[in-house]
């Protein structure tokens, strides 16, 4: 679980630090902090489960049933790690490699087309996005500025926002409410 959560994060500080996500400051060091103590907490497991190894090899001169129960446990939890680990890398270059390069050698664009969604082209849309946020917040900082009086400033920043609302066609227009 320790490596999936790291993961989940890691990809959300890449999105927030690429733009491609809207993240708060506040959300980016919470989540690197909580990176750092999985990051902690994995390590913790193996360093434990060192000191586990040797209280049990000293527990066999008093109790030898503990000690060799202790070992037992331990070893079947290192072998189920080793054992995942194999099996995803086997089974990936057993399975998904070779039918990867086949796909590759007979069908390129099948290959093509899956790779599209993953390949950023053109990230105007999260630019426009950004545009977009900024121009909302001056609106609201002009209106405070000037007592909701209208000004040249006002009107300009309006009339910006109008054209990035309708250069991004998945975003819907919002409502007039001034």
Sequence with gaps: MIIIYSFVIMVALKLGFTKKMRVKVWEMVAWSLVLVFLIWQFVQFFIDLGHSYDKAINQLNTDASKGIATIVSNTLEIAYIVGMISFAIIWYYTYYWKKYQARLKTNPQLQAELDAPFMVTDDWNYVVKEIQ??????????????????????????????????????????????
């Design 133 to 178: 946020t900024e121009l909302d917040c001056y609106l609201i900082r002009n209106q405070k500025i000037y007592n909701h009086q209208d000004n040249p400033n006002y009107q300009d920043a309006k009339h910006i926002r109008q054209e990035a609302y309708q250069a991004e066609g998945d975003l819907q227009e919002p409502d007039e409410k001034e």
